[in-house]
């Protein structure tokens, strides 16, 4: 079981910067992946950026070069550095965390933190 507890969302003007950070419940050394998901009003949620164990990094093309996704394993804490915010940015972010059992995986969700970027 992993807890996970997001914090630094909040209301910005386009083009600002915001830093969410997640701190999971345990290591995320035993945690295969970690990342932050959105979903905006009236539509599905969206992977915005993931890390692996390893330090791999994946991210949606409307992030790239805005968004960087690290991470910092003494504090088990997952942060996502967000620039050059754009209203459509705007949307209730989500930490998640992908544990794998054996054949199969678990996935883990925090409550997730409202950003809201206006124009």
């Known amino acids: 079981q992993v807890q996970l507890v997001e914090s630094g969302g909040g209301l910005v003007r386009a083009g600002g910067s915001l830093r969410l950070s997640c701190t999971a419940s345990k290591s995320i050394f035993s945690i295969n992946a970690m990342g932050w998901y959105r979903q905006a009003p009236g539509k599905q949620r969206e992977l915005v950026a993931a890390i692996t164990s390893g330090g791999s990094t994946n991210y949606a093309d409307s992030v790239k070069g805005r968004f960087t996704i690290s991470r910092d394993n003494a504090k088990n804490t997952v942060y996502l550095q967000m620039n050059s915010l754009k209203p459509e940015d705007t949307a209730v972010y989500y930490c998640?965390?992908?544990?794998?059992?054996?054949?199969?995986?678990?996935?883990?969700w925090g409550q997730g933190t409202q950003v809201t970027v206006s124009s």
């Open positions: 998640n965390a992908r544990v794998v059992y054996g054949a199969g995986y678990v996935d883990y």
